[in-house]
T-cell receptor
Framework: GDSVTQMEGPVTLSEEAFLTINCTYT??????LFWYVQYPGEGLQLLLK?????DKGSNKGFEATYRKETTSFHLEKGSVQVSDSAVYFC??????????FGTGTRLKVLA | GAGVSQTPSNKVTEKGKYVELRCDPI?????LYWYRQSLGQGPEFLIY????????DSGLPNDRFFAVRPEGSVSTLKIQRTERGDSAVYLC????????????FGPGTRLLVL
């Protein structure tokens, strides 16, 4: 079945540092890929998505590119802020409508 | 506009009791999903409705779990004879229903079984 592997956290960075959170997936066909973010005390929010190979999703300075050849969808941000501290989830939807989520990566940004 | 709402936000119950969790999807969304998120884990799929019918209930862990959506809008997740292992955050999401449509999540119901 479909699966997602995300890098384990926590990830601790200083403000303005570069962020990469790795995500690889297993799915047949042409799945859609998502990054969701969960801020402390809040629900899951869609951060960005991509629905076909080589698509780049972007939002709030975050980017991720759908790489079919490496089955990856790594999340990047050039300069993180304290307000980016949250848990980030990678997810895949492989044609069955249900999302398969990774275990989440906690990011802590220090001022 | 209004997002997905879930009630109650927190529920504490005793082992063996029955609980109902409610989800009110975004207006116009035909698809509705339930997920369960245990501490430190990502959400896990439970059940998916398209309209009034359950299109995929393969994620329900056992027959103590049941969900309905009688009018194609509000949904209720029902758990009978609760067990301590059922303690988790139960998330509801809705979408326009087509493949590749984004799912929008509610804030969740935190269930604690004592």
């Amino acid at each position: 079945g479909d699966s997602v592997t995300q890098m384990e956290g926590p990830v601790t960075l200083s403000e303005e540092a570069f962020l990469t959170i790795n995500c690889t997936y297993t799915a047949t066909g042409y799945p859609s890929l998502f990054w969701y973010v969960q801020y402390p005390g809040e629900g899951l929010q869609l951060l960005l998505k991509a629905t076909k190979a080589d698509d780049k999703g972007s939002n709030k300075g975050f980017e991720a590119t759908y790489r079919k050849e490496t089955t990856s969808f790594h999340l990047e941000k050039g300069s993180v802020q304290v307000s980016d501290s949250a848990v980030y989830f990678c997810a895949v939807e492989g044609g069955t409508y249900k999302y398969i989520f990774g275990t989440g990566t906690r990011l802590k940004v220090l001022a | 506009g209004a997002g997905v709402s879930q009630t109650p936000s927190n529920k504490v119950t005793e082992k063996g009791k029955y609980v109902e969790l409610r989800c009110d999807p975004i207006s116009g969304h035909t698809a509705l999903y339930w997920y369960r998120q245990s501490l430190g884990q990502g959400p896990e799929f439970l059940i998916y409705f398209q309209g009034t019918g359950a299109a995929d209930d393969s994620g329900l862990p056992n027959d103590r779990f049941f969900a309905v959506r009688p009018e194609g809008s509000v949904s209720t997740l029902k758990i009978q004879r609760t067990e301590r292992g059922d303690s988790a955050v139960y998330l509801c999401a809705s979408s326009f229903g087509g493949r590749r449509e984004t799912q929008y999540f509610g804030p969740g119901t935190r269930l604690l079984v004592l």
